[in-house]
C-alpha cells in the first residue's frame, strides 16, 4: 500500500498567516493527490484535486502544489472558518489511502 | 444541485451483514464512478472501493480490507448506490459515506455500529 504522512498533526495559526501542510508520498504517485477539508460532524470537503486544481466553489486563498513526492497545500490569508481537520488522499493505486490528518486551530 | 444521501446504518451484531444505501441526485448518475468511504470515529477515512460508470461497463475496485466481505452494486435506474456488508465485525464500527467521481460530493454518512 501507499503510505502517505501529512504533517503537522496539529497547527494554530492566527488570522491572515500563511499556514503549510504537507503529504510525503511512500511512491511516485503523479498528480493523484487530493485535499480535504473536515469539519466536525460534517462529511470532508474537496479543497484541490489533481495536486493542483482548486474545485468548483473553493476560494483562492486554497493552493496546492507538488515537488516530487511531496505535496503541500496553502492556506494564504486564514480565515476563522478555515479551522477543521485536513486530510490527503491518494487515488493512484488502490487501496487508496488517505493521510492521518492535521487539525488546524486558530489562536 | 447534485445531492447524495446514505441510509440504512444502525445497530448489527458481530458476524452479521447489513446494507447501505446511496440514493443519488442532481447529476447524471450512470456518467460516474461510485465510491464508498468509512471513517471511524476520530480517525482518518478509509477507502473502501469504488463501481465504475457506464462507459467502463459498470465494473467494481475494492479494498483489500474488506474485498470479499463488502459488495459495491448500483442500481442505474433508480439512481441508488448499495453497499452489502457481511461478516461484520467490531472494527466496521464507522461512518459511512458514498461519494461521486472525482469523490468531489460526498453524502452526509451513515453510521454503522457492530456491537454485541
Known amino acids: 500500500d501507499i503510505q502517505m504522512t501529512q504533517s503537522p498533526a496539529s497547527l494554530s495559526a492566527s488570522p491572515e498567516e500563511i499556514v503549510t501542510i504537507t503529504c510525503q508520498a511512500s511512491q511516485d504517485i503523479g498528480n493523484w493527490l487530493a485535499w480535504y477539508q473536515q469539519k466536525p460532524g460534517k462529511s470532508p470537503q474537496l479543497l484541490i484535486y489533481s495536486a493542483t486544481s482548486l474545485a468548483d466553489g473553493i476560494p483562492s486563498r486554497f493552493s496546492g502544489s507538488r515537488s516530487g513526492t511531496q505535496y503541500s497545500l496553502k492556506i494564504s490569508r486564514l480565515q476563522v472558518e478555515d479551522t477543521g481537520i485536513y486530510y490527503c488522499l491518494q487515488r493512484y493505486s488502490n487501496p487508496y489511502t488517505f493521510g492521518a490528518g492535521t487539525k488546524l486551530e486558530l489562536k | 444541485e447534485v445531492k447524495l444521501l446514505e441510509s440504512g446504518g444502525g445497530l448489527v451484531q458481530p458476524g452479521g451483514s447489513m446494507r447501505l444505501s446511496c440514493a443519488a441526485s442532481g447529476f447524471t448518475f450512470t456518467d460516474f464512478y461510485m465510491y464508498w468511504i468509512r471513517q471511524p470515529a476520530g480517525k482518518a477515512p478509509e477507502w473502501l472501493g469504488f463501481i465504475r460508470n457506464k462507459a467502463n461497463g459498470y465494473t467494481t475496485e475494492y479494498n483489500p480490507s474488506v474485498k470479499g466481505r463488502f459488495t459495491i452494486s448500483r442500481d442505474n435506474t433508480q439512481n441508488m448506490l448499495y453497499l452489502q456488508m457481511n461478516t461484520l465485525r467490531a472494527e466496521d464500527t464507522a461512518t459511512y459515506y458514498c461519494?461521486?467521481?472525482?469523490?468531489?460530493?460526498w453524502g452526509q454518512g451513515a453510521s454503522v455500529t457492530v456491537s454485541s
Open positions: 461519494a461521486r467521481g472525482i469523490m468531489d460530493a
